[in-house]
């Protein structure tokens, strides 16, 4: 397909480009259409080619990376095969310009792995037709080179790399601490994550969600290598293991294959002993898989690429994952966005996800420390303190719960790419008590009345059953006689307290859960729930019962369609709820106290009257606290993308955002 004009502008804009424009080795036109190669053959092309930018982008890199003169480099040249011309990519010639070094054969970006080995097969025509010592087939996101001897010819030697000018063939790329691989761009590491899941994938040979979880693993091996210095400083001036080594007496790779794979498996084992909550199983590769998957990532810097576009390369793969089967662990970019900005975040909070899913409300939370941190400290990115700021918070101020094993991998994955708080996020039934999460975790961050701040989306529709679960008796909104409407019993009669519920659905009882979870003074909660709570008569106990916990500061009603896109179609609203502080809570229960007092000293009323009666009175003392602050209400049509996803100009969200974060500041400091 060819490049739009937004793409090639952003291509144009890159380093490498702009030295080579500055240089003089390219020249591109007034309106970014055609690239002219200062070179041996001075060779024009049109810039909308697939391919051109990475045959461009291997020019420039021939000469600054590899030192060879513009001089000595013909691009697309002829090349006579039998009673045949063709045209190779790019030629580099020997400094006498009488016999060619290297042939270099580019392809778009986005090429499958058989369609890559066509292109090898192409390649090598055109070195044995030339006699060339080198060849080089690149797609810009995965390379191979190969070395043409006098002794076998038609043997596929694997080198690690062309020889720079004047040198020789090395095993290896890259040694710690000497010879460091490249930072990367967001749209490289985008194509790189997929094209190497798509090859594990290979149509079928893996399911995408296997294969998304295998690539996972080898994302991890490779951050933990690159992390050499914390994990294991004595090994400075030794080859990365996470590269392929070469051996010249294995034309085949099949030594280097096995040792690489030995090398990721033991990076694997040394990485989940320290994170053992990351990942619980192993690795299920062959070495063939393993060295497909290293050829793919071996040559970038994931630790030095820049933090956002790491992390938004990631979330990008990652959402194409979770637009398929696990669409419905996966909140949409622009609803996390907006209750992250909406309900505004602090670097000392305590912050938790009580079913997390692929962690998008911890990272953005994350993103809005990390720009406070860049905003204090612009002149000092990248210092310490700079880095202490977000790093901190990271690390100790961000917490998860996910159900689903591999989704939390997902999650823990994504906070490693973005530079730690993974050890906070566990995996089990976002329901289950703190006490239990403690026994089963090893974890003990995860207590009652410590959480600053609440940020979920809850699983909905699904059904708990009392007699399969062993903690309905810990919710009060398992519980039969609850909400105004039906007091009356536990007003009259408090033995008849516990009437239990044969069931309860898992959004009424995360409200509860996430009410236990919070900080009795300060303690913020912004959840997404079906608008059945909100509008369905049957629900009325639930409204009431969030009357008496929580000062309710702002329902926000989302369009039918806004996660139509990954699999849920429920009719959805925001709630921004701020819980009671304990001397409310405690006023809550001394009304109830007055109130049954002062029915007593009624006289004749029998039973259900003085019931009647009671319940009056506590419901209009309730409605008298409720009705003396404000709500802000608001109704959303335009979220910035339609049904498909896609998206849409004109987004209400980010005023809507900074309207109901303005209401906060400025009620928070109402005494309720």
């Not at 405690?586 to 019931?611: H, I, M, N, Y």
Request: aromatic share 10%; proline share 3%.
């Amino acid at each position: 397909m060819a490049k739009t004009q937004d793409e090639i502008n952003e291509l144009l804009a890159s380093d490498l480009f702009q030295k080579g424009i500055k240089d003089k080795y390219i020249i591109i036109n007034e309106g970014n259409s055609i690239i002219r190669y200062n070179c041996k053959n001075q060779t024009k092309r049109r810039l909308q080619n697939p391919e051109e930018f990475v045959q461009a982008e291997t020019y420039l890199k021939l000469i600054y990376n590899y030192n060879y003169p513009a001089s000595n480099i013909s691009v697309n040249e002829s090349v006579q095969i039998g009673s045949e011309t063709r045209e190779a990519d790019i030629l580099v010639y020997n400094d006498s310009h009488g016999k060619i070094l290297i042939v270099v054969e580019c392809k778009e970006e986005n090429i499958n792995e058989r369609q890559f080995q066509v292109a090898v097969d192409q390649a090598y025509s055109y070195a044995h037709a030339s006699a060339a010592r080198y060849v080089w087939v690149t797609s810009g996101i995965k390379d191979e080179y190969f070395e043409i001897t006098n002794i076998s010819p038609v043997s596929r030697i694997s080198i690690s790399e062309i020889p720079k000018r004047g040198e020789e063939v090395k095993r290896f790329k890259y040694i710690k601490g000497v010879t460091e691989p490249p930072q990367g761009t967001q749209g490289e590491l985008i194509q790189k994550f997929k094209s190497a899941h798509d090859a594990l994938w290979g149509g079928g040979a893996l399911a995408p969600t296997t294969a998304f979880d295998e690539l996972d693993k080898l994302i991890f091996c490779k951050i933990w290598d690159e992390r050499w210095r914390d994990n294991d400083p004595k090994s400075k001036g030794q080859p990365y293991n996470f590269q392929i080594i070469h051996y010249p007496e294995d034309p085949q790779n099949n030594k280097a294959k096995v040792e690489l794979e030995a090398r990721i498996r033991d990076l694997y084992e040394h990485g989940r002993k320290k994170d053992p909550e990351v990942f619980k199983d192993d690795i299920k590769l062959d070495k063939h898989k393993i060295y497909t998957v290293v050829q793919y990532l071996q040559d970038i810097n994931l630790s030095k690429t820049d933090l956002d576009a790491k992390g938004l390369a990631f979330q990008s793969f990652m959402g194409e994952f979770f637009r398929g089967d696990f669409g419905q662990f996966f909140t949409p970019k622009p609803i996390v966005e907006f209750i992250v900005s909406a309900i505004g975040v602090n670097k000392d909070w305590k912050i938790l996800d009580t079913s997390c899913g692929s962690g998008g409300f911890l990272l953005h939370a994350l993103k809005a420390v990390r720009d406070d941190a860049n905003e204090i400290f612009s002149d000092e990115i990248g210092s310490a303190s700079w880095r202490d700021y977000w790093h901190v918070f990271a690390e100790k101020h961000l917490f998860g719960i996910e159900i689903n094993e591999q989704i939390s991998r997902v999650a823990k994955m994504n906070m490693i790419i973005h530079d730690d708080g993974h050890t906070n996020i566990i995996t089990n039934d976002g329901l289950k008590n703190n006490r239990t999460l403690e026994i089963e975790n090893r974890n003990l961050n995860f207590q009652d009345g410590t959480f600053d701040l609440i940020m979920t989306n809850p699983p909905f529709g699904s059904t708990i059953k009392a007699d399969e679960v062993g903690y309905y008796k810990e919710y009060e909104l398992f519980e039969k006689n609850l909400g105004f409407t039906e007091i009356k019993d536990r007003i009259a009669d408090d033995n008849n307290k516990n009437k239990w519920r044969a069931s309860q659905s898992t959004e009424v009882l995360f409200l509860e859960r996430c009410y236990k979870y919070l900080n009795e003074e300060n303690g913020y909660l912004a959840i997404v729930v079906p608008d059945g709570i909100l509008t369905n008569s049957s629900s009325q106990y639930v409204r009431d019962w969030l009357i008496e916990k929580f000062r309710i500061l702002a329902v926000v009603s989302l369009p039918q369609y806004t996660f139509a896109h990954v699999k849920a179609g429920v009719k959805s609203s925001v709630l921004f709820l701020k819980k009671h502080p304990k001397k409310l809570t405690q006023k809550f229960e001394q009304t109830l106290s007055d109130v049954k007092a002062l029915v007593r000293e009624e006289k004749g009323l029998d039973k259900e009257q003085r019931a009647e009666r009671m319940l009056e009175l506590y419901k209009e003392s309730i409605r008298k606290y409720s009705n003396n602050y404000e709500v802000m209400m608001v109704v959303v049509d335009n979220i910035g993308y339609d049904t498909t996803g896609k998206k849409i100009d004109g987004s209400e969200l980010p005023n809507v955002a900074a309207r109901i974060n303005k209401f906060i500041m400025d009620n928070i400091n109402d005494n309720q």
